[in-house]
């Protein structure tokens, strides 16, 4: 009798480990995800609802789906790596990392539908353009010393995004400065963006050097094939702003 009992007992036991095994897997699973953030100042904010987009830089969404080519203002910038970030033309999420070569242009190999972001994996002499091939039209520039271009700005492809907060802030007292997070069901409105949109949120700072953060308590859902964007409005031209967003893709 006893030793059916024991028998009984280590059976048990053996069971054990395989439950707690799955309960681990199971619980830590959800968490394998990456965020993004998207962060910049703006010292041009006017007196019409503009995007928010790096201190000096200049910035217009190539206007066709083609290659684009990095291009430094000094020759010296030989050894850096710009990485373009974008949607190509079967609407999913790319990037492609480009070897600068001076003042000479490089053109990417892949075809770029929407720009997202681009950055530089280390500090240049001169400025970074990033072009569209045909017409070499510019379409973001790298300020010198910085190492993105700064867009206030995230497109989904192929995926979901959870928005999961964002700040806003000033740095002037010129006015009453208005933040509008909007999210864009159909990201081909970033070449017309005056329709088409939904507010997700607002931020407005008076007259006073503020800074605002929220913490949404529910993570605001956007539908694939998408596109983020702060937008500004300032009281006088010139303004300052600063936001940051948060987020992840699933």
């Given at each position: 009798?006893?030793?059916?009992?024991?028998?009984?007992?280590?059976?048990?036991?053996?069971?054990?480990?395989?439950?707690?095994?799955?309960?681990?897997?199971?619980?830590?699973?959800?968490?394998?995800?990456?965020?993004?953030?998207?962060?910049?100042?703006?010292?041009?904010?006017?007196?019409?609802?503009?995007?928010?987009?790096?201190?000096?830089?200049?910035?217009?969404?190539?206007?066709?789906?083609?290659?684009?080519?990095?291009?430094?203002?000094?020759?010296?910038?030989?050894?850096?790596?710009?990485?373009?970030?974008?949607?190509?033309?079967?609407?999913?999420?790319?990037?492609?990392?480009?070897?600068?070569?001076?003042?000479?242009?490089?053109?990417?190999?892949?075809?770029?539908?929407?720009?997202?972001?681009?950055?530089?994996?280390?500090?240049?002499?001169?400025?970074?353009?990033?072009?569209?091939?045909?017409?070499?039209?510019?379409?973001?520039d790298i300020p010198i010393g910085k190492l993105e271009a700064l867009l206030a700005q995230h497109f989904n492809g192929e995926e979901q995004s959870y928005i999961t907060g964002w700040t806003a802030s000033v740095t002037s007292t010129?006015?009453?400065v208005t933040f509008e997070l909007r999210f864009y069901p159909d990201d081909s409105k970033c070449l017309a963006d005056t329709t088409g949109y939904k507010v997700l949120d607002t931020i407005a700072l008076t007259n006073v050097l503020?800074?605002?953060?929220?913490?949404?308590?529910?993570?605001?859902?956007?539908?694939?094939?998408?596109?983020?964007?702060?937008?500004?409005?300032?009281?006088?031209?010139?303004?300052?702003?600063?936001?940051?967003?948060?987020?992840?893709?699933?």
């Amino acid at each position: 009798m006893k030793k059916i009992i024991i028998l009984c007992f280590i059976f048990i036991l053996s069971t054990i480990p395989c439950l707690a095994s799955d309960a681990v897997y199971e619980r830590n699973s959800s968490y394998n995800i990456v965020g993004w953030s998207v962060s910049c100042s703006d010292s041009d904010i006017d007196a019409s609802y503009e995007l928010v987009d790096t201190v000096n830089s200049a910035y217009a969404q190539i206007a066709a789906a083609d290659t684009v080519e990095v291009v430094s203002s000094s020759a010296a910038d030989t050894t850096q790596t710009v990485t373009v970030f974008g949607i190509n033309s079967v609407d999913k999420k790319v990037s492609e990392s480009i070897e600068l070569n001076g003042a000479t242009a490089v053109e990417s190999d892949t075809t770029f539908k929407y720009i997202d972001q681009v950055t530089v994996d280390s500090a240049c002499a001169g400025v970074v353009t990033l072009r569209r091939t045909t017409g070499s039209t510019t379409i973001a520039d790298i300020p010198i010393g910085k190492l993105e271009a700064l867009l206030a700005q995230h497109f989904n492809g192929e995926e979901q995004s959870y928005i999961t907060g964002w700040t806003a802030s000033v740095t002037s007292t010129t006015g009453t400065v208005t933040f509008e997070l909007r999210f864009y069901p159909d990201d081909s409105k970033c070449l017309a963006d005056t329709t088409g949109y939904k507010v997700l949120d607002t931020i407005a700072l008076t007259n006073v050097l503020n800074s605002v953060s929220v913490k949404f308590p529910n993570d605001i859902v956007c539908s694939a094939g998408g596109w983020i964007a702060v937008y500004a409005l300032g009281g006088a031209s010139n303004s300052d702003g600063a936001v940051t967003v948060f987020g992840y893709d699933k």
